[in-house]
Antibody
Framework: QVQLVQSGAEVKKPGASVKVSCKAS????????INWVRQATGQGLEWMGW????????GYAQKFQGRVTMTRNTSISTAYMELSSLRSEDTAVYYC???????????WGQGTLVTVSS | DIQMTQSPSSLSASVGDRVTITCRAS??????LNWYQQKPGKAPKLLIY???SLQSGVPSRFSGSGSGTDFTLTISSLQPEDFATYYC????????FGPGTKVDIK
């Protein structure tokens, strides 16, 4: 069965960076895009960007351009999302999710809580 | 960027009720519209893709319709497990989500 398993919770200081991992199993990792979506407590879903694990091509939401980097290691079927220059407003649960044809996302990781606090 | 709005932002309903949620895009998105259900503390779940296609494993009481700028999600007979927040998402041009509609118990 398709599974996306994310790394554990992180606590970071303002100005630092965080790197979240997302290990895929149950399907061919290079055949589907990986999207990253975040959700602050009590708030809605915010799309951050996508990555094609086969080519490494990426597309980022304008809000995160220059601060986010999405990469992958195909040998271990793992995607990564790194967010830099963290501020308190970046405190949220970060999800990876598999992209389906047409742009929907059909499988989601369990989420990783990133807390930014001094 | 394409902006998405949803109405209502919240609603109270009873088991067995027919529930309709509306999603509107700021410009035409053809049928590139998807619906998700999210329960507290859980990841979202895909319900409907391409405006009206039911995701595998999703009960048939869920249905979607619309194209262009106006879309609806309908739950034909609300069940106890359907109390959740529902989000629309456009995938026509990058991706944006609607603000969500919370469905709770009347």
């Amino acid at each position: 069965q398709v599974q996306l398993v994310q790394s554990g919770a992180e606590v970071k200081k303002p100005g630092a960076s965080v790197k979240v991992s997302c290990k895929a199993s149950g399907y061919t990792f290079t055949s589907y895009d990986i999207n990253w979506v975040r959700q602050a407590t009590g708030q809605g879903l915010e799309w951050m960007g996508w990555m094609n694990p086969n080519s490494g091509n990426t597309g980022y939401a304008q809000k995160f351009q220059g601060r986010v980097t999405m990469t992958r290691n195909t040998s271990i079927s793992t995607a990564y999302m790194e967010l830099s220059s963290l501020r308190s407003e970046d405190t949220a649960v970060y999800y990876c999710a598999r992209g389906a044809p047409g742009g929907a996302v059909d499988y989601w990781g369990q989420g990783t809580l990133v807390t930014v606090s001094s | 960027d394409i902006q998405m709005t949803q109405s209502p932002s919240s609603l109270s309903a009873s088991v067995g009720d027919r529930v309709t949620i509306t999603c509107r895009a700021s410009q035409s998105i053809s049928s590139y519209l998807n619906w998700y259900q999210q329960k507290p503390g859980k990841a979202p779940k895909l319900l409907i893709y391409a405006a009206s296609s039911l995701q595998s494993g999703v009960p048939s009481r869920f249905s979607g319709s619309g194209s262009g700028t106006d879309f609806t999600l309908t739950i034909s007979s609300l069940q106890p497990e359907d109390f959740a927040t529902y989000y629309c998402q456009q995938s026509y041009s990058t991706v944006t989500f609607g603000p969500g509609t919370k469905v709770d118990i009347k």
